[in-house]
């Protein structure tokens, strides 16, 4: 393991020095590529615009069959065999490019789902009514007119949707990469399978293997999601958080009374709530949570230098989130990632705002959520959060209390656990697999990619990626600062071009 | 102090003896009301439908003023006379009898504004369409149909309707006092002023008084607010508690960021404010904010005698309100509302329900509020908290905090100050003037009062009463579980019709 380590943590510089030697071969590809990127961003950046346009919403059920609808005909047109793939959840769309005298097969994985949107918190009309601004939104960039008549797009210009990051940009960049290889006679190396997922992290894909068996397997799998790294360098990981969720809701009287007439007297669920979380962390923000860094273990010196060689930048981070200080002093943002994280997502009791009437509260919800790593199931970590709860003198329930229970109980805390979560997973940065990937794309780019051992994006596809047994990689291509999980997702278009390059480079390695 | 108070303890057995020893005139009196009562429940209920049936939410200026054009005739048909009074508030409705020969003046004020509502969260169609219930919702009592038709209303029935019972019915009880004692043969023994305030505690009345002081001065003041004793006796109360109330917000990002890729690294505001707030209070429920209780004293034995004299019933109190034990368990409920009490109102951070978006949230916010007593000033109680929290490392602002303000201080909370803090208040318990009123409602009702130093019920009126001199008796009349400042407010009906001889016993005291 020692060896495996220390190997993954010199990878980027002996492959680096393979680029630098000039491998001509590749630059010749390159440039021929970025000429082909150049000279049809139009076209791109158009089909990006069509694909956000359709709402996304997993729910939405007619839209997300006019998503796949457009997706199949994508495929197409680039010469895939395709089918939609009935599952449990949202429809798969698969494609398939068989390339003669290959040996080898990859699945290319990507969403075509996109996260809730609150409509009033963007600052857009409608998040699926695409926007074109000068820069971030949140430096004042101006709205661009014109979208569809533009010939030419700086790399510094955004695209303002829901779904422009998170996942519509990686599929547009793959199929650009496709022409592009063409374009420039360059031969794919490997068939290639590509499955588009319409519920991301649902499980309808991973229940739906057994069925699609003959379809889906491959000897490496590519997920097309998540951020590259903030330096703007080409980015590669291994390993992805997982996820749980639970609301905690902690009671005070049946109905809310009077503070005045009770203040003093009935319990604040208020209070009880803000108490019991604070039990959870100490001063330092460890979570004190029994066994919650369970098989975490410690890393190895060759482990944090691999850590060590991203190139974080913490101050520029600070000041973009406008923060004086990270949470924990003794982490870096690589070392905080690799192990469990809690964290409060939402707080509700009583209303803010307004003439909110005088009340002790009747209740108090916390929406608590764990980012898990690899060493830390997702079930033995909600055992332990209740466990915990449980310590702090809660009696534990998973539904309304009734009127015994509430007799009988001072501090009643009802748990339930969202239907969401999901393993983190990891492959080896030394798997055969991985270091050919990574070798790819540094030839390609010209440049050693960042290489991330686990990355706090979400890819549940933890139940797939077992089933399926091929070892699965990463590659993020776009901007870090896309808020895909909140109003106002957007896409640098300089990440979109980017990305065409790093997909090209697996589709030819 | 130790003889009066002692003399306060012993006041209700006193009377109570009196009260037994048949003062016969009284005991007619109460009959011949009793009577008039019994049948002109019809009259008297349906003025009071027909009150309730105009909104009276305070900003609502179209519909406050129709109040106020209805109290104004309500008054005239007893013969007042009466003047609408224009304040910086709502206007007030004033209106005077004078009783020849009589040589005191009381000055009797209700409000006629309601707390705010939230219709869907009322189990009837429109908070201002009164429904009548045969009992309590909560115990599943069913709607009666034909309100406008019933002659006679069973005293367990309940009127559900916004400001049924805060404030609306003790207006209606006063009038039909008038009308009863009229209708008796029996002289009010005072020259009587009405004060009848469109937005409680707003200060218009306060305010105005300079202007209308010819108008307002009387030798004994008599609130109309808040619920009546749980045990159904009469109630008498000699103070309340005031109120201070503040926003608290702690930042994180920002912008709410993704919470795998930054868990662990970027701090959580809802986790700062939940230990913030815990920071607060000690595992037995009392308030750590330095010199929170200073000023209030240890009571003698003849003040706990007081309050021990008060025949509350916490086994069936805990038992309505669903708890299983008070906050703190050594104090009784009187007991605990001679301290200021702290209470969260409200908590919000992120949005807990639905597909929540997987974030570090922005920031937190908590509603705090203070409930005071006589003895803790509502200014130097808000510096206490404002002092507590930057002991707890936090920098205060006031306002948004900059981005360098961001960069300097890694805890930031904002408090804001509500404008609507009011001091507690209280008047001697053996003052003259109380003696009087606790001796008439004793003769009238026929057993003694319950005494009430401190009522928990926010009455905001200690800059009114300070300036116009008079002590100030609260004379609660409704059903204490009211749901007054939450929805479905409903008025027990025998409380009304009982809170028809209170007010006649004042009258003619």
Redesign the interface.
């Known amino acids: 393991m020692t060896t495996r380590w220390r190997r993954a943590a010199g990878i980027s510089l002996v492959l680096a020095s393979t680029a630098w030697q000039a491998d001509a071969l590749a630059q010749d590809g390159r440039a021929a590529l970025e000429r082909y990127v150049a000279s049809h961003q139009r076209a791109i950046v158009l089909e990006l615009v069509d694909l956000v346009s359709i709402p996304n919403t997993a729910a939405d059920s007619d839209n997300i069959r006019r998503n796949a609808a457009l997706l199949r005909d994508m495929l197409r047109r680039r010469s895939f065999t395709t089918e939609i793939l009935e599952t449990d959840s949202n429809p798969l769309v698969w494609g398939e490019l068989r390339v003669p005298g290959a040996t080898r097969t990859l699945l290319i994985w990507a969403h075509y789902d996109g996260?809730?949107v609150?409509p009033k918190a963007w600052r857009q009309a409608n998040p699926f009514n695409p926007v074109l601004r000068a820069g971030r939104l949140?430096d004042g960039a101006k709205e661009l007119s014109g979208l569809r008549s533009l010939d030419k797009f700086d790399p510094n210009w955004r695209l303002y949707a829901r779904s422009a990051s998170d996942d519509k940009a990686p599929i547009v960049a793959l199929l650009a990469a496709v022409d592009a290889l063409k374009a420039s006679g360059m031969a794919l190396s490997s068939n290639v399978r590509v499955v588009l997922d319409g519920e991301a992290g649902a499980g309808g894909l991973a229940a739906a293997f057994p069925k699609y068996r003959d379809k889906l397997t491959a000897n490496v799998m590519l997920l097309l999601e998540g951020?590259a790294h903030p330096s703007g360098r080409p980015t590669i990981a291994f390993g992805?958080?997982g996820?749980l969720a639970m609301?905690v809701t902690v009671?005070?009287?049946?109905?809310?009374?009077?503070?005045?007439?009770?203040?003093?007297?009935?319990?604040?669920p208020?209070?009880g709530?803000?108490?019991?979380?604070?039990?959870?962390?100490d001063d330092e923000?460890r979570v004190l949570v029994d066994g919650f860094y369970d098989g975490v273990g410690t890393l190895t010196a060759e482990e944090q230098a691999m850590l060590a060689a991203v190139p974080d930048e913490p101050a520029s981070l600070?000041?973009?989130?406008?923060?004086?200080?990270?949470?924990?002093s003794d982490?870096s943002?690589q070392q905080?990632?690799q192990?469990p994280?809690?964290?409060?997502?939402?707080?509700?009791?009583?209303?803010?705002g307004?003439?909110?009437?005088?009340?002790?509260?009747d209740r108090?919800?916390?929406?608590l959520?764990v980012?898990l790593v690899k060493e830390t199931p997702a079930k033995a970590m909600a055992d332990k959060l209740m466990a915990h709860i449980g310590a702090q003198g809660y009696h534990i329930v998973h539904s309304e209390?009734d009127?015994d229970t509430?007799?009988?109980?001072?501090h009643i805390a009802k748990v339930v656990l969202r239907g969401t979560a999901g393993a983190g997973w990891r492959t080896p940065p030394l798997a055969p697999e991985a270091q050919m990937v990574t070798a790819a794309v540094t030839r390609m780019l010209g440049e050693p990619p960042v290489l991330i051992r686990t990355?706090?994006?979400?890819v549940n596809m933890a139940p797939f990626i077992e089933a399926m047994g091929a070892p699965a990689i990463v590659l993020p291509t776009v901007n870090?600062d896309n808020?895909?999980?909140?109003e106002n997702e957007n896409l640098r278009l300089g990440h979109l071009f980017t990305g065409i390059l790093t997909l090209a480079a697996v589709l030819t390695m």
């Open positions: 996260q809730p609150d949140e951020p992805v958080r996820y609301d009671y005070g009287p049946k109905v809310a009374v009077n503070s005045g007439n009770y203040g003093n007297w009935v319990p604040n208020a209070l709530l803000a108490r019991l979380l604070a039990s959870m962390k923000g600070m000041k973009l989130f406008g923060i004086a200080a990270p949470v924990r982490l943002l905080a990632l192990l994280a809690l964290n409060i997502r939402a707080l509700s009791s009583g209303v803010i307004g003439d909110a009437t005088l009340v002790i509260p108090a919800t916390a929406l959520e980012r209390p009127d509430r007799s009988r109980y001072p990355m706090g994006q979400r870090f808020n895909q999980t909140a």
